[in-house]
């Protein structure tokens, strides 16, 4: 009989994974497909929301009441029950992960009509998956796990007590050198990452207006720029029948004078200027400014991967370590 409850159980969990992929599937036709990614993360969602509610119910339904006087009856009715449980923790683990997955969809969605791209929904979701996996195993492993064997929730024998001491000391240490690391990494992708505009980006100095506005008028379209001291608002000269054919923005000081006017281009990616005196005149080309953001996406892209291989790679030789002394629950 506990046999057949347990694998009624373990079907209806499976039912509850199925639910939560049939989510994951959801979000990737509403994204992928329609390039709805907010859709696709609330889509998503949802099914989590059924997949971990089935759970808890069928959870409910087959936990077995300790009503047995026999005490070899009740310890085999424990052990069956703490295969449920765990098998729930682990559901639920799997549900709360694929909400991380999802979240990329929910956070660098720009509006309701976008998506994301596959690329980068994978990148950010693995990324996201794996943090957030390891924060549920370690908050089990040092607080659910232990309040729920001392009131006899779970079933542990006096062997795993011992595995379990030395399993939280495994556990603390890689976390701590795994979180060391991760800040390494993310200060040195830091510090290349803002050193970067510095490094590439040069200006082009004009000592002269003169010089400016000649080099603007070969240059020019019609575009409207900020510059980074002062505001550079565009300005047309027209007549009373039609505007003046070449558009002109004026350089304002910190007064609201106008220090000098010239043509505007699409080229830049921001004028830079003295608000007193207006010399010299340093232009920042667009160029420029797309090799940076080109060289900051890659960052931020190796970042998110590194941090992925070391948290498998922590993963795996910390399941190593502590797998070698575990006990058998059978």
Sequence with gaps: MLHGRLVKY?????????????GLIAAIICNLGFTRGILGFCMGSIFLLI????Q?????????PMLEEDENQRLLMKKANTKMQRLA???????????????????????????????TWLGYGLLFAG????????IYAFCIRERFAKKETLYMEEAYWVWMKEDKKLLKKALKTALAIAIVLGIISG???????AIIVKPIVFETVEEFQ??????????????????IVPVREETEQEEAEEPLAQALGKDGEVLFEYAEGNFYHYIRYDAKEGMPIELYLKEDWNRVLFIRDRI????????????????????????RNLPNFS
């Design 191 to 197: 510090v290349i990452y803002n050193l970067a505009p």
């Design 56 to 64: 808890m119910c069928a959870l409910r339904s087959k936990l077995l």
């Design 131 to 138: 943090i957030t996996l390891v924060i549920v195993y370690a």
């Design 300 to 323: 931020s892209m190796a970042l998110g991967i590194l941090i992925v291989i070391e948290l498998v790679g922590f993963t795996a030789l910390y399941l190593r370590k502590t797998t």
């Design 214 to 231: 000649l080099y603007m008028e070969e240059n020019t379209d019609n575009y409207y720029a900020d510059g980074w001291d002062v505001t």
């Design 89 to 119: 923790v682990g559901v639920i683990a799997v549900n709360l992960s694929l909400f991380a997955f999802f979240l990329p969809l929910a956070i660098f969605s720009q509006g309701g009509y976008t998506g994301l791209s596959f690329g």
């Design 10 to 22: 373990q079907n209806l969990s499976f039912v509850s994974i199925g639910i939560a992929l049939g």
């Design 51 to 54: 997949s971990v509610i089935f």
